[in-house]
Every structure is written in C-alpha cells, then in structure tokens.
C-alpha cells in the first residue's frame, strides 16, 4: 500500500467549513458582542438594522456553545419593527419601554397583546409576529434568546428558515395565553414547580416558590413558553446569602432583574483555584456560564437578588446538550449530580463573598447553611 503525500496526491478542491449562523449575522450590518458576560444590556451600543426595521445587536457570548443565541432590539419612539417568521423558538424580556405584538398568520384572527418593562413572553414557531412601540416619546427595548444558531447551522439554508410554510398547529396554542393566562403543574421530579404560558406580564413580581435543595433560602419558579424546547426560570435569593455550585450544558442566558452580586465560573476539571472568572452583575447585565463550568451566584448587595434565565431543558419535550442538562443540577456531585454542597466548596468561596460583603455594607447569613461557619 502506498501513501500519498502533498506533493503526489490528486489537486482537490480546498473547502472551508461553512458557519451559516456567522455568515447570516455579518450579511445584518450590526455589533456583534462576544465574551463571557454582558455588563448592562440597557445600554449596550444598537445600529440601525435594516431586515427588522429597528436598531440591534447580536449577543454571541462563550457559554452559548453556538447552541442558542441572543440579540437586543430598539424601537424607536412611535416606531414598529418589520414583521417576520421563522422556524426557531424565541423567548423576550423587555428591558425598557412598553408597546404591543400582533401574532398570527391570518391577519383577520390575529392575537395582540400589550408588554412593558419586566415582561417576558414567547413567539410560537414559525408564526407571522410585529413588535411596536407603544410610547411616541420614548424607545423599546428588549432582549431575545433563539435557537436561530443551531437551527441556522443545521439547514444552512436562509429560505427553509424565513420563507417556511409549514403551520406547527401543536405549537400554537390557547390564544389566552398572550393574555397572561396558563397553567401550573409540578415537575416530575417534585421538587420544583412550573407555569405554563406565552406571556408573562411583569416577571419581576411573580410568585417564587422554595427550591430548598439548591440552598440558603432561595425561591424559583420554571416556565413552559410557547410548547418550545428551550425554557425559562426565575430564581430569587435574600440578601447576605449565595446560592449552591452547579453545572450544566451551554446556553443558559443569566439576565439579572433585581439586585447586586457577582458569579463566579470555573472549569469543572478544575478547583475556583484555577481560571475562575468573576463576573460582577447589576439589573441588565448577563451571563452565560460555559458548557459544563461549574458555576455560583452571588447576592452582594444590600436587596434580595433575582435573575431570570433562558436555556434549554424543557420539563415537556426531552432534548440534550452537554452534561447536566435538567434533572440533576440540584443533586450532590457525590451522588452522581452536578452540584457541589455548601460542606463540599472551597473556603475561598465564603472569604470572596465577605470581602464582596464589606463593601455594600451588608452581613453573610449563611452560618445558617455552612456547618464550618458554625464550628460544627
């Protein structure tokens, strides 16, 4: 057998390997921010973006994996974006701003309902949808997190994606849905529980429940949005407290509602020790840990903390990506899951979180959760 070598073998053609997702966002003409972490997405820079009629960027951060994606829209005082439809999922939270969306392919039928600041609702698959401003004065702004990356990756075909004209009957749903409507069920594992809907009115109000397993008094609350694959939860944390170390797969969109703290990220091969990252958050800014990084928030300010976050690991439709998807994000790693007990860390962890502490004035109160604090 002979082998052949770059002088001898046969001149094929040279491919590169094509990123349909990355060619479409540089054929849009606006930012693209990259990182881990987004400081304040109220104020991130916005440019005219000609297919939509608004002002936008694109937010491609690390931890997405090119899994899922996000981009923040503007709509100017008075103004109204251009209609669109497309076969990803699409979740929203507004950041600024009130007005309305009109959804539905029959312009005869079509449901319309009104949004404002804090709330969160989803566009069903592949249904025609309008986003307007309702303030002649003042801009809208909100923050979408879609599965155009992968679904864009996966056809690599910009027709099949906009100009489909397949109706998803199932995914439509109870039209008084976009009225704030729904239903609440607990999870299988019966430890969480979730409400489903399109539209949330004000996701910084809603009731939180305990999710004691995940620690130091925090609440939570799922959502099932638009019978999608992605999902949503709120998670809200007193003041002087942090919340268990976990890990999960990639695409997990942090957007912090309320309150002032940090995250601290490191890889889950390592120890806090070796390449953490701090990311220091506000209202507005996001986070997006990496694939498989074990990850901590914190509350270091003087107010209770709430984040909200979009990510894969629907409760009604199983799909996988990565390690730690849902089910076991509040199981000890010593038991096969993917979160570290408070007995377990790092002292590190507590000393950061006292410096972080004496800054805002406010006092740790997890003696209460730490047995090491308490001197047992």
């Known amino acids: 057998m002979t082998t052949s070598t770059p002088e001898t073998r046969p001149d094929f053609d040279r491919i590169v390997k094509y990123d349909a997702y990355r060619a479409f966002q540089e054929k849009e003409g606006i930012p693209v921010i990259t990182g881990f972490a987004v400081d304040d997405l109220r104020t991130v820079e916005v440019k005219p973006w000609a297919r939509l009629d608004c002002l936008g960027t694109?937010?491609?951060?690390?931890?997405?994996?090119?899994?899922?994606?996000?981009?923040?829209?503007?709509?100017?005082?008075?103004?109204?974006?251009?209609?669109?439809?497309?076969?990803?999922?699409?979740?929203?939270?507004?950041?600024?701003?009130?007005?309305a969306t009109l959804v539905g392919d029959d312009p005869n039928s079509r449901v319309s309902f009104e949004w404002k600041r804090g709330s969160v609702f989803s566009i069903p698959i592949n249904v025609w949808h309008q986003h307007l401003n309702g303030s002649g004065s003042e801009p809208a702004r909100f923050v979408a997190v879609t599965t155009a990356p992968i679904t864009m990756n996966l056809f690599h075909n910009e027709g099949f994606v906009f100009n489909n004209p397949y109706v998803f009957e199932d995914r439509i749903g109870n039209p008084k849905?976009?009225?704030?409507?729904?239903?609440?069920?607990?999870?299988?594992?019966?430890?969480?529980n979730a409400w489903e809907t399109n539209f949330v009115p004000d996701i910084e109000t809603f009731t939180t429940y305990s999710?004691?397993?995940r620690g130091a008094g925090?609440?939570?609350?799922?959502?099932?949005?638009?019978?999608?694959?992605?999902?949503?939860?709120?998670s809200q944390f007193p003041v002087g407290t942090y919340k268990k170390a976990h890990r999960h797969g990639p695409g997990a969109h942090v957007i912090i509602i309320k309150g002032e703290g940090y995250s601290l990220l490191w890889p889950s091969h390592g120890s806090p020790h070796d390449g953490m990252e701090r990311v220091d958050?506000?209202?507005?800014?996001?986070?997006?840990?990496?694939?498989?990084?074990?990850?901590?928030?914190f509350n270091g300010g003087a107010t209770p903390a709430r984040y909200l976050a979009f990510r894969w690991g629907s409760q009604k439709y199983y799909f996988s990506l990565g390690v730690a998807m849902e089910g076991d994000t509040d199981v000890d790693v010593?038991?096969?899951?993917?979160?570290?007990?408070?007995e377990d860390e790092d002292p590190i962890i507590h000393d950061i979180f006292l410096e972080t502490l004496a800054k805002s004035g406010a006092e740790s109160q997890m003696a209460e959760f730490i047995p090491r604090l308490r001197g047992e």
């Open 58 to 99: 694109y937010i491609n951060l690390d931890g997405a994996g090119d899994t899922n994606g996000a981009y923040v829209a503007e709509i100017p005082p008075g103004g109204k974006m251009a209609p669109e439809k497309h076969i990803f999922e699409k979740n929203i939270y507004v950041l600024e701003g009130r007005g």
């Open 177 to 192: 849905q976009f009225q704030g409507e729904g239903r609440m069920w607990t999870a299988t594992t019966g430890r969480t």
């Open 211 to 213: 999710w004691k397993e």
């Open 218 to 234: 925090g609440a939570h609350m799922k959502f099932e949005l638009a019978d999608q694959t992605q999902t949503a939860h709120i």
């Open 281 to 297: 958050w506000k209202p507005g800014s996001l986070v997006v840990p990496p694939n498989g990084w074990f990850h901590q928030h």
């Open 334 to 342: 010593k038991q096969g899951g993917a979160q570290i007990e408070y």
